[in-house]
């Protein structure tokens, strides 16, 4: 049995961390006896790293939480169609990431090609003309 200090050190997470998840209700708060000290198990530990290795991999508390909720064997469709729709967002995040690494070295090359003018074409292009008003 783990109290939540040791539960903490054994995901690798601070205390606070176990707190906010249980607030959350991602992690349950064992019952506290009389007088005593809440335990937790090496499930819980399991939990906590799933949770962790989930957000890394982009996923929100919400969605984690949807999974979490879907971890008996029977929903595997249903966690795969999460997983979907978070790959979709994600390649849809490159596509903008890329369009903005164009447009970045397209104003990057006119700065280069202008040296010594008096007008930034990388400002000029950023600031809205009298025209667009």
Same mark, same amino acid.
């Given at each position: 049995?783990?109290?939540?200090?040791?539960? =903490?050190?054994?995901? @690798?997470?601070?205390?606070?961390? !176990?707190?906010? %998840?249980? $607030?959350?209700?991602?992690?349950?708060?064992?019952?506290?006896?009389? #007088? #005593? &000290? $809440?335990? %937790?198990?090496?499930?819980?530990?399991?939990?906590?790293?799933?949770?962790?290795?989930?957000?890394? !991999? #982009?996923?929100?508390? *919400?969605? &984690?939480? /949807?999974?979490?909720?879907?971890?008996? @064997?029977?929903?595997?469709?249903?966690?795969?169609? !999460?997983?979907?729709?978070?790959?979709? =967002?994600?390649?849809?995040?490159?596509? *903008?990431? /890329?369009? !903005?690494?164009?447009?970045?070295?397209?104003?990057? #090359?006119?700065?280069? =090609?202008? $040296?010594?003018?008096?007008?930034?074409?990388? &400002? *000029?292009?950023? /600031?809205?003309?009298? =025209?667009?008003?």
């Amino acid at each position: 049995m783990l109290t939540i200090s040791k539960l =903490a050190r054994a995901a @690798g997470v601070n205390v606070e961390t !176990i707190r906010f %998840y249980q $607030r959350r209700n991602l992690l349950t708060e064992p019952v506290k006896p009389l #007088g #005593g &000290i $809440r335990h %937790y198990s090496q499930p819980d530990v399991a939990r906590v790293l799933f949770i962790k290795a989930a957000q890394r !991999i #982009g996923f929100t508390l *919400d969605e &984690i939480a /949807q999974l979490l909720n879907l971890d008996d @064997g029977m929903h595997c469709s249903k966690a795969r169609e !999460i997983a979907e729709h978070k790959l979709e =967002a994600v390649r849809e995040r490159l596509a *903008d990431l /890329q369009r !903005i690494e164009t447009a970045l070295a397209q104003l990057v #090359g006119r700065c280069e =090609a202008s $040296r010594g003018t008096v007008s930034c074409p990388l &400002i *000029d292009a950023l /600031q809205p003309s009298i =025209a667009d008003s």
